[in-house]
């Protein structure tokens, strides 16, 4: 995996295993690899991965239980907040983009549905 040098690889980690949770990938309740697997996986040092790791039982995404490993937060409300941010952040990296291009919100908006039609 690349990863972008400007900024911290355990940032990017975190947001890559947040949006395995929000997307659905790991499941509410479903216990999510070991550290030595993510490493593997991600081609990353085991302590950056736990640190990630820490950033989501911090952020509520996921929970660490003793002598079992981490589990996928069950509270839905938290992934479905975290969802929901997440693509207010898409939207606002979008809309910055379409501004650019001058395009007007009434045109933004019908290319967002002719474009969602035809991606569906």
Do not use: C, Y
């Not at 947001?15 to 949770?21: A, L, R, S, V």
């Not at 302590?47 to 002598?67: H, M, P, S």
């Amino acid at each position: 995996m690349s990863f972008d040098d400007s900024r911290p690889i355990w940032i990017q980690l975190a947001e890559i295993f947040g949006q395995k949770i929000v997307s659905g990938e790991w499941q509410p309740g479903a216990k999510i690899p070991s550290v030595r697997e993510l490493a593997l996986e991600q081609g990353a040092n085991p302590n950056t991965i736990q640190r990630a790791l820490g950033k989501l039982d911090d952020d509520g995404l996921t929970v660490a239980e003793r002598a079992q490993g981490r589990f996928v937060t069950g509270d839905e409300s938290v992934i479905q907040r975290r969802r929901e941010e997440s693509a207010a952040a898409q939207t606002d990296r979008h809309i910055v983009a379409l501004q650019g291009l001058g395009l007007t919100l009434d045109r933004a908006v019908n290319l967002l549905k002719q474009r969602w039609d035809t991606t569906n």
